[in-house]
């Protein structure tokens, strides 16, 4: 028997279809169809996509993007910027740590599609204190005449956008396989569907982390962490430079600038992942 009337899978399904919809109305059915399914796993996904991600939280790889690593900088009379370093020209501290070009993005998904508004081709993500990150590298510089002033990640706009799509398919690819595991004379998956669906098409790994804080105005931008965890291992006697916990930047049209935020010392806490 064909299903008698419109559930939410079905309502899902249709509107996975009509470009119109937003992904965040998405998510939010999303969020009733866990609900009526009793799959926390399905809730708990779709409201990280909509509010965004804690900085201890496992981030989905689709969220994963590469940039370039720039600095800038002065050699003698000359100012510079924007120049292209690789990972092994980052400090020892960063390297140590596992720090590459490698970034992942936290912001909730309405963030992020504001974030991609914008006629620049690249959007440039900068930690709180890049001043601090340029002291390091300098303490490494041979040239005494070159000094760095400034470090940050270039980011393609097409990688931001990417970033968007593929959350609107990891959620078609779960009510894909919902529609083809439920039986047409029923309406709501269960809970052991609808739990290994969403694990399969959400699966997370490990790099270094951009957060998009809601609460901010359009005129002034949002607030970015850019943070990292700490271990014992992280301590160093020899330390002195003091490093921000809670890094934040403010993110405008085209680049993310940097803005007020708690710090920690090098001693207790390295901020690179």
Not at 9 to 28: I, K, Y
Not at 75 to 86: D, K, M, R
Not at 245 to 270: P, S
Request: glycine fraction near 6%; charged fraction near 20%; charge should be negative.
């Amino acid at each position: 028997m064909a299903r008698t009337h419109e559930g939410l899978l079905t309502r899902l399904q249709n509107d996975l279809a009509d470009q119109s919809v937003s992904t965040a109305h998405l998510l939010q059915t999303c969020i009733l169809l866990g609900g009526q399914s009793k799959s926390q796993k399905l809730r708990d996904w779709a409201r990280q996509e909509l509010h965004g991600y804690k900085n201890d939280d496992e981030i989905p790889v689709y969220r994963h993007v590469a940039g370039t690593i720039c600095v800038d900088g002065i050699a003698g009379n000359n100012l510079w910027t924007g120049n292209v370093i690789t990972p092994g020209q980052l400090p020892k501290a960063l390297r140590d740590r596992g720090q590459n070009e490698w970034i992942k993005l936290t912001q909730g998904v309405a963030e992020l599609e504001d974030a991609t508004r914008t006629d620049k081709t690249s959007i440039q993500l900068s930690p709180y204190n890049p001043a601090a990150i340029a002291a390091l590298m300098n303490e490494e510089n041979p040239r005494p005449y070159q000094r760095y002033t400034a470090l940050y990640w270039s980011v393609s706009r097409s990688a931001l956008v990417n970033v968007v799509s593929n959350i609107r398919t990891a959620l078609a690819d779960i009510v894909a396989e919902l529609a083809d595991a439920l039986p047409e004379d029923e309406d709501v998956p269960t809970k052991e569907m609808v739990d290994k669906a969403t694990t399969r098409f959400t699966v997370t790994g490990d790099s270094n982390t951009i957060t998009i804080v809601s609460g901010q105005s359009a005129s002034q931008g949002a607030v970015v962490n850019v943070t990292g965890a700490a271990t014992t291992s992280d301590k160093s006697s020899g330390g002195i430079l003091q490093w921000i916990r809670d890094r934040k930047m403010i993110v405008g049209a085209a680049t993310i600038v940097v803005a007020v935020a708690g710090v920690a010392t090098w001693l207790e806490w390295n901020p690179f992942k």
